[in-house]
């Protein structure tokens, strides 16, 4: 359910995830508190292992932090039935992930209404906005071809599209450019950025690919699973 005008699209608050590990447990968040508005880009950098994964779980509702809250829209969302959860997944948040995992054999197009078939959207309604979705990822002229015919980063541009579909306001993306080279990710990146703001969402991308950033994005590091600035993580240099 969206409760409008509330400008927050997530809020973790000071969430803590621990894990049994085999001679104790393991924190892999710590007290970890960020604030997402709805048209903000977020980008989250941080070395393996420092919790980027588990951040996007707990995002994503699949995880349920051991302490602290979770708000989608300024809702409490922490200890909802795992039933509601994937309602508000599949509803409210839209996933991208490294690869975008397409089907052979669908074009584009298809890729897309099957993703709302599968959500349970048969409305005829559903043609039109994928069209309008690729056409605003910049594939409106290839959207009847199929994966094999589209380059590396188009097929990340369907899986972009694809996350839309079930017009989330949430967006979460795990290292979409990984899979590119430096151009193509720069471009994942800006088109990341842009529907950001057209469509107010809000986006968080973890990424180890700095160089894709612009100077004025927002960053933030995760080490040893405690989420800070990046200037105030990055040593000062000795005198
Ligand atoms: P990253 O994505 O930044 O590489 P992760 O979020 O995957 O980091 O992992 C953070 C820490 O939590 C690591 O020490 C990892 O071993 C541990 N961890 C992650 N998931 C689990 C799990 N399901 N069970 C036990 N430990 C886990
Ligand atoms: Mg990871």
Redesign the pocket.
Known sequence: MREEGNLHALELDRVTVR???GEGW?D?LRDVSLDLALGEFLAVT??????????LAVAGLLLTPTEGAVRLAGADVTDNPARTRTDLRRNDIGFVFQQPHLLGSLTALEQLQLAARLDGDRSKATTARAKELLEQVGLGNVMHKRPSALSGGQRQRVGIARALMGDPRLLLVDEPTSALDHERGIAIIDLLRDLTIDRGLGTLV?THDLGTLCPDDEVVR?VD?RLGRLAEQVPAAAP
């Open positions: 894990f049994p590990d393991t892999a941080g070395p393996s292992g420092s919790g980027k994964s588990t951040l973890v995760l699973g």
